[in-house]
């Protein structure tokens, strides 16, 4: 095992690998699951992700992004979305029962939040939200959290899959502001199933939701000169949104991002 900085100046730990046990496989969309396990601590920094490895492809190696931060008990939760062609993802996703054995090694990234008074942006995309909301978890352990903005964006509202905690989360820690925005106010018509089995009725209103892209509205505020801004989504979104951020003013050097 070795340990050290990358060219990022994270702390990353190569050549050791950790078990899990997948302990609950909560299907949330036709194409989303959140995975519970517990297992070996793995010491990864929240916002971080993970390699991983499944049962259903041994050899196949897939980066996914805690939702919580480290725990000394060995809890874990991710939140997977099927990519279009993936089958890593699509299995994950479907596939996944309680009892399957993961392989966890080789934390990285360099989404962080330092503790340096200013407010902190976050800009989520899809299951871009996971180590954001991790990192959200971890400020809250701090004696005084820095004010956060939590910007959380969709194509429609049934995107927006973790409304209800989002909401309670925001309910619970009075530094916290979350704003969902939405491509669009109207859901596509077809119906899924596991967005039905899984509703409730804790969440945003309509009226509360913003609409249009993440890189607009984000870029609509101006520019961020006092912040730390986190992005975190699809190679699309993030790249769009933090051109946008740049275009409006935002220092390039406060900006941290993945998923280009």
Do not use: N
């Amino acid at each position: 095992m070795t340990l050290g900085p990358d060219q990022t100046g994270e702390i990353r730990i190569d050549g050791q690998e950790w078990t899990s046990t997948v302990v609950g496989h909560h299907r949330l969309r036709q194409d989303l699951a959140v995975i519970r396990l517990i297992g070996e601590f793995v010491p990864f920094a929240a916002g971080q992700s993970v390699e991983v490895r499944v049962p259903g492809h041994p050899t196949l190696r897939r980066r996914l992004s805690p939702a919580m931060p480290p725990s000394l008990d060995g809890k874990l939760e991710f939140h997977v979305r099927t990519v279009p062609g993936g089958w890593c993802s699509g299995s994950i996703v479907a596939d996944t029962r309680p009892g399957d054995q993961w392989l966890i090694s080789d934390p990285a990234g360099w989404l962080s939040v330092a503790p340096d008074g200013r407010d902190v942006v976050m800009i989520a995309g899809g299951t871009g939200l996971a180590p954001l909301v991790a990192l959200v978890l971890d400020i809250s352990r701090w004696s005084i959290p820095p004010r956060t903005t939590l910007f959380v964006g969709g194509a429609t509202p049934r995107d927006l899959y973790a409304s209800d905690m989002l909401f309670l989360l925001e309910g619970r820690f009075p530094w916290l502001t979350v704003v969902p925005v939405v491509e669009t106010p109207v859901d596509p018509g077809w119906v899924d199933p596991w967005f039905e089995s899984c509703r409730v009725d804790i969440g945003f209103e309509p009226d509360e939701m913003l609409e249009g892209t993440l890189a607009d509205v984000v870029g609509d505020m101006g520019p961020l000169t006092r912040h730390q801004v986190l992005v975190c989504g699809s190679p699309g979104m993030t790249r769009a949104t933090v051109k946008r951020l740049i275009d409006t003013g935002t220092p390039a050097e406060a900006i941290r991002y993945e998923g280009v």
